[in-house]
């Protein structure tokens, strides 16, 4: 019982620590493209896909996509993925 008592806590734990980086994520991206949006424009639309399709995930509570598809986003902008 405690096994999984300890199982569920860091199950919860992680996730809520996941959670906290899509928002941060999708501040970088949103600030990126109001200062410095890149030029090319397939990247832009594809940035803006992602960046909606991150926040669509972090909505609907999966959170690990979430900061992946904004770290792909991130990425396509010049800038590093959060690296937890």
């Not at 995930?57 to 996509?65: D, N, P, V």
């Amino acid at each position: 019982m405690f096994r999984l008592s300890l199982l569920v806590f860091a199950m919860l734990f992680a996730s809520t620590a996941l959670a906290m980086h899509c928002p941060q994520d999708m501040a970088r991206i949103d600030a990126i493209l109001e200062s410095d949006p890149p030029a090319d424009e397939e990247v832009l639309a594809r940035v803006q896909e992602l960046r909606a399709e991150g926040e669509d995930l972090h909505e609907a509570g999966r959170h690990a996509e979430s900061v992946a598809v904004l770290g792909e986003a991130l990425e396509l902008l010049g800038e590093p993925p959060h690296e937890d």
